[in-house]
């Protein structure tokens, strides 16, 4: 690696740390940052692989209320950087991205609880007017957020890449043959978190129809999110129109006391997330 | 500026001031804390109305104060929520009829109903399926499926994003009114079906397990269970888990300790022979 790689790979890092905190370009997620570290060292197809296989592992992590994800951004980067560098398999990289993935959820923690120190400072600056001084506290506390990726970041690059081969060489294949096999099985993980935030029961059927499509058909992704929204489209004109008629047969309050209930199940589901 | 010449001291803000909160919305969470959340990014997105609203001294100090207060919602629906203090701010400057606990009861009361559309529509919806898409084609090693993923995830948000802000302002308190309408539950319930029906069909396509134990042997053909539970229903076993990890999220069940579990069977199944 040379002067240049090692710098845009902090830039990445750096990137990567204050997307997962934004959570708005989404450059925090695998399948942008593995690519981008991949782009850096030559070898993008790796980061591809690395970054999309990654990404159905983490689908379902995400930040709600106060509870915090994984941490995408970790785990992305310093994994491609290893899996590229040290010519290991993508099932030694999952093996390194969910115990990084876990540190980088303590270390965000630990800078969001620093950031309380800035937001006291923002208080008092806001009370003399002093604009520019909450904007620098803001910028400052983003930063922290940039440095958490980058710091580990740079503590790998510094280690010779020999060391590093050699720790995860040690590895027993058992080992990383079963985080492979476990990688293949945590993506339900995800997909659980996902339902259990739509979790509203009318609409649950959709979920079994999409699992029995896709074990009885060829169709790709695409055709399920045309299929998806087609479907969609069809139950909200039934839900609405049918409404409309129900209204006029004077059974109005059984239909508006059923959404009621829908509604407000799908506000406890999401209260049970916030409580997590 | 110039509309303090006609006597009446009106002042407005400028597509200028707007553009400008657009910009600094994408930094929102830069100072995400465990004391107040979004606190002081809504102080910082804030900072360029409150410039041009209130002149140096006490009502601008106030001004900043006020926003400094705790606030947390899905942070790209937040914008509708700018557009409305900044209409409310413009209000209370100009005329002094809105007072400071109509603005923060304002804020409290969206930021609920928004986190309560955002989290799914884009947290449980967009996000995944467009992952999910993106990351199916990365695992080819396409540089088509981060990409698809990165323009899409972005032209979804910076869409809602301007147009809420633009929206919110311009509509002022009004907005709330209409956020009781059935528009955005149609669109929730909308988009949680196009949600739930792709994740079943990923808990059949894109879950690998596989009991390589041998059940049979006829004239010798060996058929493994998992050929066996292939032939009953592909994909049994990933939606027998799904629902048993959603059911035990649903029980509060901390999500990386059912990760590490599920590594934790990896390693045994490979060990053990029973899982490949």
């Known amino acids: 690696m040379n002067i240049i790689q090692i710098i845009l790979v902090l830039l990445v890092a750096g990137i990567a740390g204050m997307g997962s905190v934004l959570d708005e370009a989404q450059t925090h997620r695998p399948l942008v940052a593995c690519t981008l570290i991949g782009l850096i060292l030559g070898d ?78 923002g208080d008092d600056f806001a009370q003399k007017g002093r604009y520019r001084a909450i904007e620098w506290m803001h910028v400052i506390a983003l930063g922290l957020q940039a440095l958490r990726v980058m710091i580990p970041t740079g503590i790998v690059l510094a280690l010779s890449t020999s060391a590093v081969e050699g720790v995860l060489k040690s590895i027993p294949t058992v080992i990383t043959g079963g985080l492979q096999i476990g990688g293949g099985i945590i993506v339900v993980v995800g997909y659980a978190m996902v339902i259990n935030m739509m979790d509203v029961p009318e609409l649950k059927p959709f979920f079994y129809l999409g699992f029995l499509f896709a074990a009885f058909t060829k169709f790709n992704l695409v055709g399920f999110g045309g299929l998806g929204l087609i479907l969609a489209l069809l139950y909200l004109q039934l839900e609405y129109s049918g409404k409309n008629n129900r209204a006029q047969t004077a059974t109005a309050s059984a239909g508006s006391a059923q959404q009621g209930n829908s509604s407000s199940a799908a506000d406890d589901d999401l209260d049970d997330d916030l409580d997590d | 500026m110039q509309t303090t010449q006609t006597g009446q001291n009106k002042v407005a803000l400028t597509n200028k001031d707007l553009n400008s909160m657009f910009f600094r919305s994408m930094f929102l969470l830069g100072s995400f804390n465990f004391e107040r959340a979004q606190n002081m990014g809504f102080c910082f997105v804030m900072i360029p109305a409150i410039k041009r609203l209130y002149k140096p001294g006490k009502e601008r100090n106030e001004a900043l104060s006020r926003h400094m207060e705790w606030f947390n919602t899905h942070p790209w629906l937040t914008a509708p929520i700018f557009g409305v203090t900044a209409a409310m701010e413009e209000e209370k400057a100009n005329t002094g009829k809105v007072d400071e606990t109509a603005i923060a009861a304002m804020k409290i009361g969206l930021m609920g109903p928004l986190a309560g559309v955002g989290d799914p529509l884009f947290w449980g919806t967009s996000r995944p399926v467009l992952a999910a898409l993106g990351a199916g084609i990365a695992m080819t090693g396409s540089i088509i499926g981060p990409l698809l993923f990165f323009v899409l995830i972005n032209v979804i948000r910076l869409t809602c994003k301007w147009y809420f802000l633009r929206y919110g302002y311009t509509k002022g308190s009004e907005i709330i009114q209409d956020m009781a309408g059935g528009r955005i539950k149609k669109l929730t319930e909308g988009a949680s079906i196009v949600g739930l029906f792709v994740m079943g069909a990923l808990v059949s396509k894109w879950t690998t397990i596989n009991i390589p134990i041998v059940a049979t042997k006829i004239n010798g053909k060996t058929q493994t269970v998992q050929d066996i539970l292939d032939s009953v229903m592909p994909g049994m076993l990933a939606l027998i888990l799904t629902l048993f990890v959603s059911w035990l999220l649903k029980k509060g069940v901390n999500p990386l300790l059912i990760i590490f579990a599920i590594f934790g069977l990896g390693i045994l199944g490979k060990w053990l022979g029973f899982l490949g």
């Open chain 1, 44 to 121: 993008v197809k790796t980061g591809i692989i690395l970054g999309g296989t990654l990404e159905m592992m983490a689908l379902g992590w995400m930040n709600v209320g106060l509870a915090m994800a994984p941490d995408t951004a970790l785990a992305s980067v310093i994994s491609t950087l290893l899996v590229i560098n040290t010519h290991t398999s993508i099932g030694e990289g999952i093996a390194i991205a969910v115990p990084l993935a876990a540190a980088g959820q303590a270390l965000t923690i630990f800078v969001r609880t620093i950031v309380v120190f800035f937001v006291h400072k």
